[in-house]
């Protein structure tokens, strides 16, 4: 049963502090998403990922946010220093991209607090 | 404009009828087109997917793309109260990124 896993499922912490994001996508899948999800903004693209090769980080705050792909079976997001603001879910996605198809596959999101 | 627009609702309907779910989109050029369910603190589900003009069926889902109105629809046949959930639509654009649209909440009442 192939699944995207993140890691934590929940996190809390102060502002000011840094927080570190694990997703691990779908074996064989080449690409790889990072989405923010709040109630006021709804499903936001923050990164993605082909090959391993950064295509659009356009979405995230560069001076705080970034991303990385360290291995194909690994993708990270990091937030320093956090702030309240960035208290959402946090998703990872990955799919099978071979021109036009796309399909993306959600891991469970990982709840950041920020207080 | 938007580039994905969904009506937010609540859309409710009763269980057993025909729930419509309406999705536009901005660019022309776009060529692939989604369509996700998120049940409330759970991750989007992919449950269609449609690339050509007409209508793709799976199941009780039938997915419907007119590319000249830049339209997509999902229908729900014979509605269950566990299809209640937060449909997401979502459009590959021609300047290959995928946009989700804001979602539109279903209630399908007992």
């Known amino acids: 049963d192939a699944r995207v896993t993140q890691t934590p499922r929940h996190k809390v912490t102060e502002m000011g502090q840094e927080v570190t994001m694990r997703c691990q996508p779908i074996l064989g899948h080449n690409t790889v998403f990072w989405y923010r999800q709040t109630m006021m903004q709804g499903l936001e693209l923050l990164a993605y990922f082909r090959n391993r090769a950064p295509l659009d980080d356009s979405g995230m705050p560069k001076d705080r946010f970034s991303a990385e792909m360290p291995d194909a079976t690994l993708a990270t997001l990091k937030i320093q220093p956090s702030e309240p603001r960035d208290s959402a879910v946090y998703f990872c996605?990955?799919?099978?991209?071979?021109?036009?198809?796309?399909?993306?596959?959600f891991g469970p999101g990982t709840r950041l607090t920020v207080t | 404009q938007k580039e994905v627009e969904q009506n937010s609702g609540p859309l409710s309907v009763p269980e057993g009828a025909i729930a419509s779910l309406n999705c536009t989109y901005s660019?022309?050029?776009?060529?692939?087109f989604f369509w996700y369910r998120q049940y409330s603190g759970k991750s989007p589900e992919l449950i269609m997917s449609?690339?050509?003009?007409g209508d793709k069926e799976d199941g009780r889902f039938t997915a419907q793309l007119n590319k000249a109105s830049q339209y997509v629809s999902l229908l729900i046949r014979d509605s269950q109260p566990s299809d209640s959930a937060t449909y997401l639509c979502a459009v590959r654009t021609s300047y290959d990124k995928v946009i989700f649209g804001p979602g539109t909440s279903l209630s399908v009442i007992p």
């Open positions: 449609i690339y050509s003009n």
């Open positions: 996605a990955s799919g099978s991209s071979g021109g036009w198809l796309d399909e993306q596959y």
């Open positions: 660019d022309r050029g776009s060529q692939s």
